[in-house]
C-alpha cells in the first residue's frame, strides 16, 4: 500500500529536481582559466554566486569539474571584482564528491545578496610544470578527468610554452624544451603535436592530438622555461623590475635591490650582465603592490625566485621603483653604432650570430625595437658585416613583428646550422626619427645612451641632409624651428652636431659644446620630401591621381617600380602610405586598379599593416614578387591633404568650396576666396576655368559647429593645388551663412544629342576637350556619366561616332569603371592622350531623364527631368502603355500597379504640363509624343508608380531582410560576400525603400541560394540608387559557392502577424530601430489592416482583433499611432503622430488576413493544387523542380500537419490566369512558400498542364514524439482524436507510412498518451493497411457505444531518429534513417536548437547538451546530414535544413551527440539486463527509487520499457545492493499500460525518508533476451527476443566486439570467435538485427548500435553465431 503525504525536506528536493537546468561553471576575471570569479550558467544567463552560499565542498566540486585540481583558496568580497547582470538566487550545498555542481543539491537563501559579496575562487591549476628549480620552469604536466600526464615534444615551440607560462602567471618564455630535459615522467602522455597560436587561456585549449593519443614516448617529454620577472616600460632588456607572486604582479624598491639582485634578474631573462639600476621609478611608477621583503641574492642563483629574502622595515612607493638596464640578449656588431651591425643573440651564455635564410624587414624592426633603436631600415645578408664565429644559433627565423624579442620569433631550434657564417645576417636601424607628423617630416629625435633627445637650433642644412639620407626621405625641404611639431619630452641634446651633409648616418657627424641652453621651445623640427635619392633604398609613391596624395600605390625595391596588389588592401594599409607621405589621413583605400594599371613588376601582395608603422615597407606582406596577381588588382590611395571639393552643385564641377584637412571638411569664407583662389580650385579638380565665384552660401549654409575654414588661402593663381598655396590667419569671424561657391567650366559633357542628357562624351583636360574612345565603353561607364551630369540612370552606351565625330584629342580610352566614381575622369582608363583610336570610335551616350522618387529605384513617385527642372506628372494623364516605358527606361521589371492621389507623397516644384501618350513600346518616356490636357492638375494628383523590383531579400522573414538577390539577364541570382559591407547593403536598403542598413551578413546567413551567383567583389561607394550601379565583378564571374551568399538586415517599419495559426493571421507587431514592438488596439483602424494584409500579400482583412486576442506580446509597445489612408502599399508610407494614451500588451491588436496560400480541388483544405496571392491576384505555381521540401512549408503555413506527397502534373486539375511562381526551391525553414527562392513573380516557362498540388498529412501524434503519441487528425480546421475500439493495426500502418516514420510497434488504448480535448473522431476507419494516406481510407458510421477522451487511442510507430551508445535512449550518438539505411549526423555548426528537435522528436524531454567530436564513439555506415540548422520549431530532425542527404566533408570523428533530459530506467547489479536495482536516469544523474514509492504498475511500465517481458518479484531492502548517490525525490504512479515511465504521472515522495537500504529491486521475465542456439548456452547461433517475437541477427559488420558482449550477458565468459554464415545454421522467422556496432562496454547486445528492429538486407544464410569460453 503507497504512503500518503511527504515531508517538507522532499518538497525542497524535488522543487530542486523540477527546475533543475545544466548549471555550467566558469571562473571569471581571474589570471587563468583556474581562478577568478564563480559564475554559473543558468537559464541562458551568467550569474555570479554569493560568498555566503558557497564553501570549501563547493569549491572542491567546482575546480573538479573545471578539471584545475583542488581548491587552493576561496576568497569572498568581490577579490576578482564584481559581476555583472544576475546573482544566483540558491545555495549550493555539496557534499564535495560530486562531480559537477548540476549534481550538488541546492535550496533558497534566506539572505539577499549584491555583487559585492561575489564568491572568488583559486584553484590549483590545470597545467603545472615538474622537476624544474622554480614553480615557473619544467616538465610540462597537464591535469585531464583528475590524472596528470606529460606533453610529447612533437611540434613543441615558443608559442605552445608562451601559453603555459601565461596560464601560470610565469611571465614570458625563455625556453621551449624538448627531450625530456627536466627528466622522464610516468603515466599518460595526454598531448602531443600541441599547436597553440599564442592568444589561448590555457595550453588545454591549443589545438593538438586527441587526448592520450600517444605517438610517444617519455623521453621527449616537453618542458618550459618562464621568467617570472620582467622588466617593464622600454625593452625586453630594460625597464621597471616587476615579480610575479601569488598571481600578482609586485614592483621592487630601489633601496632593497642591488647589483647581485640585478645579475640574477639579468642572467634569468637571458640578458647579458646588469649596466646601470636606476631608482627613483626611472622607468615610471608601476601599479599594484610594492614587494614587502628584502631580495637577498648572492648574485649566482639562476633565477630570482630563488634568493632568500627578509623582512623590510620602511615603507616604500611607487616612487621609489626600481629600473634595472641589462645588456642586451641581442646585439649588433662590427656597424657604424650600436644600431646597426651583424645580428647576435646571447643563449646559454654565449653569444651566436643568426643565419639569413628568410631574414627581412619584419624581423630586422623586431631587433631594432628591442634594442631601442627606432625603425629598421634595412635587412642585410650575406656578412654584410663580417662573419661571426662560434654558434650560428637561428634560422629560419619568420617574426610577426608584435614580438618583444627577436629569440621569441618562430626558427628552427637553436644551433640548428642549416648554414656558414657567410650567411651571417645583418640590420641597420635608423637611432633617428622625426616625430608628429610623418616618417619623413617631424620633431627630430636622436637616441643615446638608451634616451630619446630632442634637437635644437644648432641644426642646420647640411644635419638635415644626413638626417633626410639616413631615413631614406630624399633631400631636405624645411628646416623649422620653434617646436613647429611640438615640444618634445624628456633631455635636449647637448651637443651642436656639425655634419658635413655627406655622412651616412648622424651618429657619424662630429659634435661640439654649444655656448647657451636651449629649451623644448626651440625643438627643431625637419620635412624631408619623401622621395629617396638612392635606388638602395625603397620608396612609396603614388601615381595616376591627379595629385602627389591620391593615385596608385607604388613602391621601389630592387631598382625598379612596382605596384601593390589590392589582396586585403584596407584603411590601415591606405593610412600608412598617407602618413608616409605627408598626405595627412587615408580618405579611401582603392582596389582593381582603380588609377589605371601599371606595369612591370607587382613588387608586394596580401599587405596587413597595423596602422602604426612608419613606411609600407615595414607592413607585412607575402614577400617580394611573391604573388598571383595581374596590373587590373593594383592598389590605390587617396589622402586627405588639404584636398579641395565642390559640394552641393549639380555636378563635380560646381558648388559650395569645402576643404578636407584633420580629418573634417571645412567649408570656406567669402571674405577670404578671390578669383586666384578659384583658379586654383578649377584646376585642382580639372574643371577647366573658374566660371563664377558665388558668395552668401550660394549653394547652401555648410554644416557642423567650428567648421568654417580658419585660414585666409592666398593663391597666386599658378598653382596646381590649393595644398600649395600659402595661407595667413583669418581677420574676421565667418559663419555659414557667407560660405564661397564656385562654378567652374564642366569637366564632362554631352554633345550633339537632342538635349544636355544625351549625345557625345567629350571631357576637359589640361583646359581643353576631347572626346572618348569606344573600346570597352559599356553601361557602367555611360552610368557615371550620366550620373556625374545629374541625368539619372544610364539607358544607352553608344559606339561608332552615333553623335557625330568629334575633333581634337582623344583624352581617354579602354574606360573601366566600377559604377561608383564622381566623374568619369576618375575611371581606370589608358594614360591621358593614347590615341589607339579615331574619331570614328567616339563613345556617346543616353541618359533617363526619369525618377522614381520616394520608396526605391523601381517604385515611387514619376518625376521627370526637362531643361535642368525636375517634374511631377499628373495621375490623370498617366496609364499603363505610359507605366511600361518608364519601368522599362529605369530597367525594372513590368509595372505592377500606378497609383493616384499622391500615394507617394506629394512633389515639389512644377507638375508636367503636358499629357503624355506613349504607345507602351518606347524605349525612353522623351519618344513618346504628348499633347496638352484640358484640365489643371496639382501635386495631389502626382501618379506613383510600381515596377518589379531587380533586387530582392529572401528567406529573411520580411522584404526588407534576407540574402540578396538581383535579377539579370531574365534570371535571379545571389551575391558573393566577397567584400560585401555595410555600404554595399546601404544601396540595397534604399533601392528597396527599406530605410538603413541595420547588418550586412555572410556566409549564407539566411540559407544558400541555388542558380548563378551574379556578383562578386560589389564595391558601392554609398550614394547609387541600385546594387546594379556598383562596382564589382563582370556578371557571373566569382569564385565563391552559395554557402558565401550575402545578406542584409534593413531598419524599415516592416510589419509581421505572430502567433497565428499561419503568416497571414497574428498580433501585429512591426520592426523599427532593430526591434520588434507590438500595437496597440486603440490606434489601429480598418484602414490601417487594409494596408498590413496588402504589404504582407495576404489579401484583404477579415477581422481585427483586440485585448491580446493572439497573446501578449514582449518587449515594446509600438508608441505612434499608424494613420494609414487605407490605399498605401507598406505601412511604411502612412503617415504617423504621437499616442495620447498609455498602451499595454493587454491591449495588443490581432489581424486576421486572407491567407497567402491555398489548397483548391482537394478532398479537404490540406491537399489540392498549390495557388498562392500576389498582388491582389491569385495564381498557381509550376511544378518544374517541386518537391517535399516544397511541399512541407505550404502544409506547415496551412496548419495541415507534415507533406505527403509532392504532386506534378495538374493531378487537381489545371488552374486558370497567373503562373506566379516556378522554379521553387524551399529549405523548409521559410514560414510561407512565397519565401522560398525561385524564378521572378509571373515568370511563364510553363503551362497550366504542370501546375503543382500537394496532399499534407492531416494526421499528427501527440504526446511523446513525432512518431508516438495519441493519435490527431485533422478534418475542416478541426482536430479530432480516435477511439481505441475503432483503430486496429492496419490503420496503425497507414498513419505510420504517412507520417514518414518506421512500422508500427504498438496500438495502445486507455488514453495512453493522455486524453485530448475537443471531438472524437466520429466514424470508425477501416484501412486495409496499403493506403498511404489516412484521409483515403473508408470509413463507417461509429459503432452502437459511445466514446470519450478516455478510450484515446495511441501509436508507436519506429522512430527515424535514434541515440545510440550513450547509455539510455535519451542520450547518445544521433542516428537518422534514410533510404532504408541508418547514418550519422555531422558535429559542423551543431547546436541546441538541433539537439532540442532531437530530444522532443524522440519525447526525451528538453537538450541538456549538443556534443560534438563523436563524444559517444565513432560510427561507420553513412554520414546523412551536415550542417544541420534547425529552428526549434521542427518536429523532425529531418524537417530541419541542412546540406543536403548525404552531402559533406566530415568523418567519423565528427559524429554529433545528445544528453536529454527524460527519465529514463535501467535495472543495475542484477545478473541480467532484466533485473536489478531500479534506478531513473533524468536531468543528467542516476537515482535509486525507494520501495515504498514503487509499486506493481509501475514494475510493468518499467519492463515493458526495457523491453523485458512481464515484472517476475519486486524486492524492497536494497535487495541489489544499496545504491549511490541521490533517491528519487518522487512518487511514480503509473496505470500499468504506460510505454514509458516517462508518460507515468508523479507526486511528491510520501510521508518516510529514504535512504539507499529501501533501493527497490526488480525481477522481469527474460525469456532470455539473448539466447545461443544450435549447440549450448554458450556457443550458438545468436537469437534475440524482441516485440513478442525471437529472431536472429545479420553477419554483416559481426566481430570479436560484438560477441564479447553476448558473451558477457550470457555470463560464459570471454568471445572465442565470432562466426557467420550461418555457421550453426540457418534460423527461422525475423532477422532482427544488422550491422551491429558494440564499443564493447554494453551490458546487453540491444544496447549496441545497429540498423534498426527488423531493419537488414540479410538471409538467413548470413545469421551470426559466437562461441565463447564457457
Known amino acids: 500500500m503507497k504512503m500518503e503525504g511527504c515531508l517538507w525536506i522532499f518538497l525542497l528536493a524535488s522543487l530542486a529536481l523540477t527546475n533543475q537546468q545544466a548549471r555550467v561553471p566558469r571562473l571569471s576575471n581571474g589570471s587563468n582559466s583556474c581562478s577568478g570569479r564563480v559564475e554559473v550558467f543558468y537559464k541562458r544567463k551568467w550569474a555570479s554566486m554569493c560568498d555566503a552560499a558557497f564553501d570549501w565542498q563547493d569549491a572542491e566540486v567546482v575546480c573538479r569539474q573545471l578539471d584545475c585540481g583542488v581548491p587552493v583558496e576561496v576568497l569572498g568580497a568581490a577579490a576578482f571584482g564584481e559581476g555583472e547582470g544576475h546573482v544566483w538566487s540558491e545555495e549550493v550545498q555539496c557534499g564535495g564528491n560530486e562531480t559537477q555542481i548540476q549534481l550538488c543539491p541546492t535550496s533558497p537563501m534566506n539572505n539577499n545578496c549584491s555583487h559585492e559579496n561575489n564568491i572568488g575562487l583559486i584553484c590549483r591549476a590545470a597545467v603545472r610544470l615538474m622537476n624544474g628549480s622554480s614553480r615557473c620552469s619544467g616538465r610540462v604536466e597537464v591535469l585531464h578527468r583528475g590524472q596528470w600526464g606529460t606533453v610529447c615534444d612533437n611540434r613543441w615551440d ?34 602531443s603535436d600541441v599547436e597553440c ?67 640574477v634578474v639579468c642572467r634569468q631573462l637571458d640578458c647579458g650582465a646588469p649596466v646601470e639600476v636606476l631608482g627613483a621609478a626611472a622607468f615610471g611608477k608601476g601599479e599594484g603592490q610594492v614587494w614587502s621583503e628584502e631580495i637577498q641574492c648572492g648574485g649566482n642563483e639562476t633565477q630570482i625566485q630563488l634568493c632568500p629574502t627578509s623582512s623590510l622595515k620602511l615603507n616604500c612607493s611607487h616612487e621609489n621603483d626600481i629600473g634595472l638596464i641589462c645588456r642586451a640578449a641581442v646585439r649588433l656588431v662590427n656597424g657604424s653604432s650600436r644600431c646597426s651591425g651583424r645580428v647576435e643573440v646571447l643563449h646559454r651564455g654565449q653569444w651566436g650570430t643568426v643565419c639569413d635564410n628568410r631574414w627581412d624587414l619584419r624581423d630586422a624592426a623586431v631587433v631594432c625595437r628591442e634594442l631601442g633603436c627606432g625603425e629598421a631600415v634595412e635587412a642585410l645578408k650575406g656578412a654584410q658585416f663580417g662573419q661571426g664565429s662560434g654558434e650560428i644559433w637561428m634560422s629560419d627565423v619568420e617574426c610577426v613583428r608584435s614580438e618583444s ?24 636601424c635608423s637611432g633617428v626619427q622625426l616625430v608628429g607628423r610623418s616618417h619623413c617630416s617631424g620633431r627630430v629625435e636622436l637616441l643615446h645612451k638608451e634616451t630619446t633627445h630632442c634637437m635644437q637650433s644648432t641644426f642646420d642644412q647640411q644635419d638635415a641632409e644626413v638626417v633626410c639620407r639616413q631615413l631614406g626621405c630624399g633631400a631636405p625641404v624645411e628646416v623649422l624651428g620653434a617646436d613647429a611639431f611640438g615640444e618634445g619630452e624628456g633631455q635636449v641634446w647637448s651637443e651642436e652636431i656639425q655634419c658635413g651633409g655627406n655622412e651616412t648616418q648622424i651618429q657619424l657627424c662630429s659634435t661640439s659644446t654649444p655656448s647657451h641652453n636651449c629649451s623644448h621651445k626651440h625643438d627643431v623640427g625637419l620635412v624631408c620630401n619623401g622621395k629617396w635619392s638612392s635606388q638602395s633604398h625603397r620608396v612609396v609613391r603614388l601615381v595616376n591621381g591627379g595629385s602627389r596624395c591620391s593615385g596608385r600605390v607604388e613602391v621601389y625595391q630592387a631598382g625598379k617600380w612596382g605596384t601593390v596588389c589590392d589582396d586585403k588592401w584596407g584603411m590601415p594599409d591606405a593610412a600608412v602610405v598617407c602618413r608616409e607621405l605627408d598626405c595627412g589621413d587615408a580618405v579611401q583605400a582603392l582596389g582593381r586598379a582603380h588609377f589605371g594599371a601599371g606595369s612591370g613588376r607587382i613588387q608586394m601582395n596580401d599587405v596587413s599593416c597595423e596602422g602604426s608603422e612608419s613606411t609600407l615597407m615595414n607592413c607585412r606582406h607575402k614577400g617580394w614578387d611573391t604573388h598571383r596577381c595581374g596590373h587590373d588588382e593594383d592598389a590605390g590611395v587617396i589622402c586627405s591633404a588639404r584636398v579641395p571639393r565642390l559640394s552641393n552643385g549639380s555636378n563635380p564641377c560646381s558648388g559650395r568650396v569645402e576643404v578636407f584637412h584633420k580629418e573634417k571638411w571645412a567649408s570656406m569664407s567669402d571674405a577670404a576666396f578671390d578669383w586666384q583662389d578659384a583658379k586654383v580650385v578649377c584646376r585642382e579638380l580639372d574643371c577647366g576655368a573658374p566660371v563664377e565665384v558665388l558668395g552668401a552660401a550660394a549653394f547652401g549654409e555648410g554644416e557642423g559647429e567650428g567648421q568654417v575654414w580658419s585660414e585666409e588661402i592666398q593663391c597666386g593663381g599658378n598653382e596646381t593645388q590649393i595644398q600649395l598655396c600659402p ?51 559599356d553601361l557602367r561607364d555611360a552610368a557615371v556619366v550620366c550620373r556625374e551630369l545629374g541625368c539619372g540612370d544610364a539607358l544607352e552606351a553608344l559606339k561608332g561616332a552615333q553623335f557625330g565625330q568629334g575633333s581634337g584629342e582623344i583624352w581617354m580610352s579602354d574606360v573601366e569603371c566600377v559604377g561608383s566614381e564622381s566623374t568619369v575622369k576618375d575611371c581606370s582608363a589608358q594614360r591621358w592622350g593614347t590615341e589607339n583610336c579615331g574619331h570614328h570610335q567616339d563613345a556617346g551616350v543616353i541618359c533617363s531623364g526619369v525618377q522614381l522618387v520616394g520608396r526605391s529605384h523601381c517604385s515611387g513617385r514619376v518625376e521627370l527631368l526637362h531643361k535642368e527642372t525636375r517634374h511631377t506628372v499628373c495621375s490623370t494623364t498617366f496609364d499603363q502603355q505610359d507605366a511600361e516605358v518608364v519601368c522599362r527606361q529605369l530597367g525594372c521589371g513590368a509595372p505592377v500597379e500606378v497609383l493616384g492621389a499622391a500615394a507617394f507623397g506629394e512633389g515639389e516644384g512644377q507638375v508636367w504640363s503636358e499629357e503624355i501618350q506613349c504607345g507602351g513600346d518606347e524605349t525612353q518616356i522623351h519618344l513618346c509624343s504628348t499633347s496638352t490636357p484640358s484640365h489643371n492638375c496639382s501635386h495631389k494628383h502626382d501618379v506613383g508608380l510600381v515596377c518589379n523590383d531587380v ?95 550575402a545578406g542584409v538586415i534593413c531598419s524599415a517599419r516592416v510589419p509581421r502577424l505572430s502567433n497565428g495559426s499561419n503568416p497571414c493571421s497574428g498580433r501585429v507587431e512591426v520592426f523599427h530601430k532593430e526591434k520588434w514592438a507590438s500595437m496597440c488596439d486603440a490606434v489601429f483602424d480598418w484602414q490601417d489592416a487594409k494596408v498590413v494584409c496588402r504589404e504582407l500579400d495576404c489579401g484583404a482583412p477579415v477581422e481585427v482583433l483586440g485585448a491580446a486576442a493572439f497573446g501578449e506580446g514582449e518587449g515594446q509597445v509600438w508608441s505612434e ?365 542516476w537515482a535509486s527509487m525507494c520501495d515504498a514509492a514503487f509499486d506493481w504498475q509501475d514494475a510493468k511500465v518499467v519492463c515493458r520499457e526495457l523491453d523485458c517481458g512481464a515484472p517476475v518479484e519486486v524486492l524492497g531492502a536494497a535487495a541489489f545492493g544499496e545504491g549511490v548517490g541521490q533517491v528519487w525525490s518522487e512518487e511514480i504512479q503509473c496505470g500499468g499500460n504506460e510505454t514509458q515511465i516517462q508518460l507515468c504521472p508523479t507526486s511528491p515522495t510520501p510521508s518516510c525518508n529514504c535512504s539507499h537500504k529501501h533501493d527497490v529491486g526488480l525481477v522481469c521475465q527474460v525469456d532470455a533476451v539473448v539466447r545461443l542456439n544450435g549447440g549450448s548456452r554458450c556457443s550458438g547461433r545468436v537469437e534475440v527476443y524482441h516485440a513478442g517475437e525471437w529472431g536472429t541477427v545479420c553477419d554483416d559488420k559481426w566481430g570479436m566486439t560484438d560477441a564479447a558482449v553476448v558473451c558477457r550477458e550470457l555470463d560464459c565468459g570471454d568471445a572465442v570467435q565470432a562466426l557467420g554464415s550461418a555457421h550453426f545454421g540457418e534460423g527461422s522467422g525475423r532477422i532482427q538485427m544488422d550491422d551491429v556496432s558494440c564499443e564493447g562496454s554494453e551490458s546487453t547486445l540491444k544496447s549496441c548500435g545497429h540498423r534498426g528492429w527488423g531493419s537488414s538486407n540479410c538471409d538467413h544464410d548470413e545469421d551470426a553465431g559466437v562461441i565463447c569460453s564457457g
Not at 727 to 738: A, G, L, V, W
Not at 1230 to 1240: F, G, I, L, N, Y
Request: hydrophobic fraction near 30%; include cysteine; charge should be negative.
Open 405 to 428: 624579442t627577436v629569440k621569441d620569433c618562430s626558427a628552427q631550434k637553436w644551433g640548428a646550422e642549416s648554414c656558414s657564417h657567410h650567411q651571417d645576417a645583418g640590420v641597420i
Open 727 to 777: 595661407t595667413s590667419p583669418m581677420n574676421n569671424n565667418c559663419s555659414h551663412e557667407n560660405n564661397i561657391g564656385l562654378v567652374c567650366g564642366a569637366a564632362v559633357r554631352l554633345v550633339n544629342g537632342s538635349s544636355r542628357c544625351s549625345g557625345r562624351v567629350e571631357v576637359l583636360h589640361r583646359g581643353q576637350w576631347g572626346t572618348v574612345c569606344d573600346n570597352r565603353w
Open 1121 to 1485: 499611432e499608424i494613420q494609414c489612408g487605407g490605399n498605401e502599399t507598406q505601412i511604411q508610407l502612412c503617415p504617423t503622430s504621437l499616442m495620447n494614451n498609455n498602451c499595454s500588451h493587454e491591449n495588443n491588436i490581432g489581424l486576421i488576413c486572407g491567407a497567402a496560400v491555398r489548397l483548391v480541388n482537394g478532398s479537404s483544405r490540406c491537399s489540392g493544387r498549390v495557388e498562392v496571392l500576389h498582388r491582389g491576384q491569385w495564381g498557381t505555381v509550376c511544378d518544374n523542380g517541386w518537391d517535399l521540401w516544397d511541399a512541407a512549408v505550404v502544409c506547415r503555413e496551412l496548419g495541415c500537419g507534415d507533406a505527403s506527397e509532392a504532386l506534378k502534373g495538374a493531378q487537381f486539375g489545371q488552374g486558370s490566369g497567373e503562373i506566379w511562381m516556378s522554379d521553387v526551391e524551399c529549405v523548409r525553414s521559410e514560414s510561407t512558400v512565397k519565401d522560398c527562392s525561385a524564378q521572378r513573380w509571373g515568370t511563364e516557362n510553363c503551362g497550366h498542364h504542370q501546375d503543382a498540388g500537394v496532399i499534407c498529412s492531416g494526421v499528427q501524434l501527440v504526446g511523446r514524439s513525432h512518431c508516438s503519441g495519441r493519435v490527431e487528425l485533422l478534418h475542416k480546421e478541426t482536430r479530432h482524436t480516435v477511439c481505441s475500439t475503432t483503430f486496429d493495426q492496419q490503420d496503425a500502418e497507414v498513419v505510420c507510412r504517412q507520417l514518414g516514420c518506421g512500422a508500427p510497434v504498438e496500438v495502445l488504448g486507455a488514453a495512453a498518451f493522455g486524453e485530448g480535448e475537443g471531438q472524437v473522431w466520429s466514424e470508425e476507419i477501416q484501412c486495409g493497411g496499403t493506403e498511404n494516406q489516412i484521409q483515403l481510407c473508408p470509413t463507417t458510421p461509429t459503432p452502437s457505444h459511445n466514446c470519450s477522451h478516455k478510450h484515446d487511442v495511441g501509436l508507436v510507430c519506429k522512430d527515424v531518429v535514434r541515440l545510440v551508445t550513450g547509455g539510455s535512449r535519451c542520450s547518445g550518438r544521433v542516428e537518422v534513417y534514410h533510404a532504408g539505411e541508418w547514418g550519422t549526423v555531422c558535429d559542423d555548426n551543431w547546436d541546441m536548437t538541433d539537439a532540442a528537435v532531437v530530444c522532443r522528436e524522440l519525447g526525451c524531454g528538453d537538450a541538456v547538451q549538443p556534443l560534438r567530436r563523436a563524444h559517444f564513439g565513432d560510427a561507420s555506415g553513412r554520414i546523412w546530414m551536415d550542417e544541420v540548422s534547425c529552428k526549434g520549431t521542427e518536429s523532425t530532425l529531418k524537417n530541419c535544413g541542412h546540406k543536403g542527404w548525404g552531402k559533406h566533408k566530415c568523418r567519423h570523428n565528427e559524429d554529433a551527440g545528445v544528453i536529454c533530459s527524460a527519465r529514463v530506467p535501467r535495472l543495475s547489479n542484477g545478473s541480467d539486463p532484466c533485473s536489478g536495482r531500479v534506478e531513473v536516469f533524468h536531468k543528467e544523474k
Open 951 to 1045: 533586387v530582392r531579400l529572401v528567406n529573411g522573414g520580411s522584404r526588407c531582410s534576407g540574402r540578396v538577390e538581383v535579377y539579370h539577364a531574365g534570371e535571379w541570382g545571389t551575391v558573393c560576400d566577397d567584400s560585401w559591407g555595410m555600404t554595399d547593403a546601404a544601396v540595397v536598403c534604399r533601392e528597396l525603400g527599406c530605410g538603413d542598413a541595420v547588418e550586412a551578413l555572410d556566409l549564407a546567413h539566411f540559407g544558400e541560394g541555388s542558380g548563378t551567383i551574379w556578383m562578386n567583389q560589389v564595391s558601392c561607394e554609398g550614394s547609387e540608387s541600385r546594387l546594379k550601379n556598383c562596382g564589382h565583378n563582370e556578371w557571373g564571374k566569382h569564385y565563391c559557392g552559395h554557402h558565401e551568399d
Open 197 to 263: 597560436v599564442g592568444s589561448e587561456s590555457t595550453v588545454k585549449d591549443c589545438k593538438s592530438q586527441r587526448w592520450g593519443a600517444e605517438n610517444c614516448g617519455h623521453h621527449q617529454d616537453a618542458g618550459v622555461i618562464c621568467s617570472g620577472v620582467q622588466l617593464v616600460g622600454h625593452s625586453y632588456c630594460s625597464g621597471r623590475v616587476e615579480l610575479l607572486h601569488k598571481e600578482t604582479k609586485h614592483t621592487v624598491c630601489s633601496t632593497t635591490f642591488d647589483q647581485q639582485d640585478a645579475e
Open 158 to 191: 615558443l608559442l605552445d610554452a608562451a601559453v603555459v607560462c601565461r596560464e601560470l602567471g610565469c611571465g614570458e618564455a625563455v625556453e621551449a624544451l624538448k627531450g625530456a630535459q627536466f627528466g622522464q615522467g610516468s603515466g599518460g602522455i595526454w598531448m
